[in-house]
């Protein structure tokens, strides 16, 4: 029989999860394509692969959008004794193209894989050991193989150094160690890719291990509440529901469970939100006037598009911030948002300080975030470092009493987000925006960077955007009011 081909990456698909490989070849249609995160990840693959290719000068390109065609440029190309890009090779069912391909002299080759991470993991150990399976079946000699990935430490001064930004380690040893089950393991796929009927196979950690699956309906036809649902469950949720234990109420008592998680158990069998008046009174108690409650958006470019910034260093580009001087005042926002021309901290940083007094606590949800990127900011801009340094004494984290369950209800299913508590206790929320989430409102302000929209598309964007983080900072007013009513009946 013959075999279907199986490409590199359908191989590391089989090796994450055989129903998704079955699915790939006999049910595509049950497979979503690409949502726009991860395309957007596809596409900063193909930048930082394309500049990875000036490492290697001279190369030749072979790669083409016809199968046949990109076979053909790789066999003609390979007596140029020169940096091949996109070589592809084809032997027995096996099809693998090379991001890079380097001679080294007497018909001797080096893989080269790039990657748009910052270190090498397992899963790219396993990709080049596929490669350099398909280079030998095709009379290739392999003389060593490399993962090429960004250097978190490079920070961009002028043009891209790209000897700078990619960091080079050699993997050959660890893609030795991994070789020797590539045959089996493909054997074995070409199995299932045969077999009439889908490999049964349940959610488990390979569901986002070491990618998310876009498969996502197996677990979308769990029920509400499910145990996948437990409060830092980790490992232990797996365990549970290969015993049958489908639902957090059902947990048995043999289980040791966090005070976090009995909470949340309990919450599940009555149907009521658990609430801690103690801790919420002495929260409420802790804060001072006035109130600035702060969020920030930032986007992490992998290639670094501005002077004094590090690939993924987070930028941030927008702020939200709900004033509230007295109890029982409405508040008053300002606000700030890039307008993706230029580097937005030192403006960012400028309104910010502008709106921001020396006395009162400033309120944000989550504040390791916001802590985290005013001190990158103070070390990019020495100018602010004492301002950035006394603001970081007013932050308190509206999270903590969520965090610690002393508000807890049923609703929250597991989760101290924003998301899910505003909603949990305000009824308030983000259905129905086209920007409802922070990676959502990351990849539109890069593709405004980028240059991806036009004018008019760029106007609708930045009122999303403003939207969606006014709601932020202004959802926490509303947490913070409900959280006084519930120990006082009366809002801060």
Same mark, same amino acid.
């Given at each position: ?14 090796? &994450? ?14 497979? @979503? ?48 004794? %020169? ?28 893989? /080269? ?8 993991? @397992? ?8 490669? %350099? =399976? ?18 978190? &430490? ?8 790209? =000897? ?40 488990? @950690? ?18 509400? =509440? ?66 600035? /409650? ?51 901290? @030192? ?51 509206? /999270?903590?009493?969520? %965090?610690?369950?002393?508000? /807890? ?84």
């Amino acid at each position: 029989m013959k075999r279907k081909l199986l490409s590199k990456s359908k191989y590391l698909n089989g090796l &994450q999860c055989q129903k998704y490989l079955w699915l790939l070849f006999n049910d595509k249609g049950k497979v @979503p394509q690409p949502d726009v995160s991860t395309q957007h990840v596809f596409d900063e693959g193909h930048r930082i692969g394309e500049l990875a290719k000036s490492l290697f000068p001279d190369g030749i390109e072979c790669s083409c959008d016809d199968f046949i065609g990109n076979l053909n440029n790789t066999r003609q190309a390979l007596n140029a004794n %020169r940096p091949l890009f996109e070589a592809g090779f084809y032997v027995d069912g096996y099809f693998s193209r090379l991001d890079i391909l380097n001679p080294i002299g007497d018909g001797i080759w080096d893989i /080269y894989e790039v990657k748009g991470s910052t270190s090498v993991k @397992p899963v790219n150990i396993e990709d080049v050991a596929f490669q %350099r =399976h398909c280079a030998q079946l095709a009379g290739l000699e392999i003389r060593k193989c490399f993962v090429v990935h960004l250097n978190n &430490q490079y920070v961009k001064n002028g043009d891209i150094d790209p =000897h700078q930004l990619f960091t080079i380690e050699d993997v050959t040893e660890l893609a030795d160690e991994v070789s020797d089950f590539i045959v089996d393991r493909a054997e074995k796929m070409w199995e299932i890719i045969a077999s009439k009927t889908c490999p049964d196979i349940g959610v488990g @950690p390979h569901c986002s291990d070491p990618y998310r699956c876009p498969v996502t309906w197996c677990r979308e036809c769990l029920p509400e =509440h499910n145990i996948f649902n437990l409060y830092r469950g980790g490992k232990k949720c797996f365990d549970m529901f290969s015993e049958g234990i489908f639902f957090v109420k059902d947990i048995p008592e043999s289980y040791k469970l966090s005070a976090a998680q009995q909470i949340q158990q309990s919450c599940e069998i009555s149907g009521k939100p658990s609430i801690d008046k103690q801790a919420i009174q002495e929260f409420i108690e802790s804060l001072n006037y006035p109130l600035y /409650y702060l969020d920030f958006e930032t986007f992490s470019p992998a290639i670094p598009i501005y002077d004094g910034s590090r690939p993924y260093q987070r930028i941030p580009f927008q702020f939200s911030l709900h004033v509230l001087k007295e109890p029982g005042n409405n508040p008053d926002h300002y606000g700030y948002l890039a307008d993706g021309t230029c580097d937005p901290r @030192p403006e960012f940083l400028a309104k910010l300080k502008e709106h921001i007094g020396e006395t009162g606590n400033i309120i944000t949800y989550n504040m390791s975030f916001e802590k985290g990127v005013l001190k990158e900011l103070g070390e990019a801009f020495h100018e602010y470092s004492d301002w950035i340094e006394e603001t970081l004494e007013q932050v308190i984290d509206l /999270y903590a009493p969520f %965090r610690g369950f002393s508000y /807890y209800h049923p609703m929250q299913q597991g989760s101290a987000s924003i998301k899910k508590v505003l909603p949990a206790l305000t009824g308030k929320g983000y259905d129905g925006m086209d920007i409802g989430k922070g990676d959502d409102a990351s990849l539109a302000f890069f593709n405004i960077v980028m240059g991806m929209f036009s004018e008019e598309e760029i106007r609708k964007v930045r009122q999303d955007l403003e939207k969606y983080c006014a709601l932020d900072t202004e959802g926490m007013n509303w947490i913070v009011e409900e959280l006084s009513k519930l120990v006082s009946g009366t809002p801060v």
